[in-house]
């Protein structure tokens, strides 16, 4: 176990649905990132968040916004939703005590099928 | 940019033999750590092993040891007396040490498969 708790595990849905990802860091951890992972496919970054804020954007489409509340939790929002869309969507924690080490603490994802 | 790049998309090795993984990556960057996850069928990522690049031994963690080449810019993972629990697919990844927040730049990962 991580530490990284994501929800919901599956979701399918409908083509121009939206779904909501929400993701809770491990205790302690401010930065939280989202990445994508489409069948067989390494993992994509979209973009990460520290202490709320907004710290780096990677490929992220503009149907895509995610948001880190004062809680640490965070929510990927996906809108106009499309069959490519369908993928398995990771959350990860990284913590900084110790150093920074870069090593990210994974959630078990969220697969999300586009219908 | 960054970049890392796993040039073999599926291994196999007999249970109880040796598998090498390659990885090379491009970084101008001194300063960087280099990870292997593991991603079982059951999804999950986990840390395999981790190396600094300002360290020039390479990392061991059980059965599992890297070749770090800095000049080359290569970082393989050797698998020793593989087992079936090691079937999943493997990502190299990179990860800039003096950049902030970065995020872990990924490859496309090798599938392994170790038959009984």
């Known amino acids: 176990d991580s530490g990284v708790t994501q929800t919901p595990k599956h979701l399918i849905t409908a083509t121009g649905q939206r779904v909501t990802l929400r993701c809770s860091p491990r205790?302690?951890?401010?930065?939280v990132y989202w990445y994508q992972q489409s069948l067989d496919q390494g993992l994509q970054f979209l973009i990460q968040?520290?202490?709320?804020?907004?710290?780096a954007k990677g490929n992220i489409l503009e149907r895509f916004s995610a948001q880190q509340f004062p809680d640490l939790h965070s929510e990927l929002n996906l809108s106009s939703l499309e069959l490519g869309d369908s993928a398995l969507y990771f959350c990860?924690?990284?913590?900084?005590?110790?150093?920074?080490?870069?090593?990210?603490?994974f959630g078990e994802g969220s697969r999300l099928t586009v219908l | 940019a960054q970049t890392v790049t796993q040039s073999q998309p599926e291994m196999s090795v007999q249970e109880a033999e040796t598998v090498t993984l390659s990885c090379t990556y491009d970084t101008s960057e001194n300063n960087y750590y280099l990870f292997w996850y593991k991603q079982p069928p059951s999804r999950q990522m986990i840390l395999v092993i981790r190396?600094?690049?300002?360290?020039?031994q390479n990392a061991t963690e059980n059965r599992f040891s890297v070749n770090f080449q800095k000049a080359a810019k290569s970082f393989s993972l050797k698998i020793s007396d593989s087992q079936l629990g090691d079937t999943a697919m493997y990502f190299c990844a990179l990860f800039k040490l003096n950049s902030g927040n970065t995020p872990l730049v990924f490859g496309k990962g090798t599938r392994l498969s170790v038959i009984a």
């Open positions: 205790s302690g951890d401010l930065s």
């Open positions: 190396q600094e690049a300002y360290k020039q």
């Open positions: 990860a924690s990284r913590s900084y005590s110790g150093g920074n080490t870069g090593e990210l603490f």
């Open positions: 968040y520290y202490n709320g804020e907004e710290r």
